[in-house]
């Protein structure tokens, strides 16, 4: 095992310290929740509990053993 005192480590995150809420980021900010609320509200519509919803017919697939691949996917996210 590791003996002595850990070393330092750079910081793994970016700095926001200096990040500004203008007009533009604000747009940006409504325009990216708008389209994931679009997709999460269509699978929770179309593919409830199933790993994906499918693009172009609009159904629920199961295609990573039926463990809801979006779910854990999208934790990060939500």
């Known amino acids: ?3 002595g005192r850990s070393k330092p480590q750079k910081p793994v ?3 926001f310290s200096h990040y500004v809420h203008d007009p533009v980021t604000r ?5 990216v929740r708008a389209v994931f609320e679009r997709s999460w509200n269509s699978y929770k ?5 199933r790993d ?3 693009p172009v017919s609009g159904k ?3 295609t990573f053993g039926g463990w809801g691949g979006t779910l854990v996917d999208a934790l990060d996210t939500l």
């Open 1 to 3: 095992l590791p003996t």
């Open 13 to 15: 995150q970016h700095d």
């Open 27 to 31: 747009n940006r900010q409504k325009a």
């Open 45 to 49: 519509e179309h593919a409830w509990l």
């Open 52 to 54: 994906e919803l499918a």
């Open 60 to 62: 629920g697939k199961t």
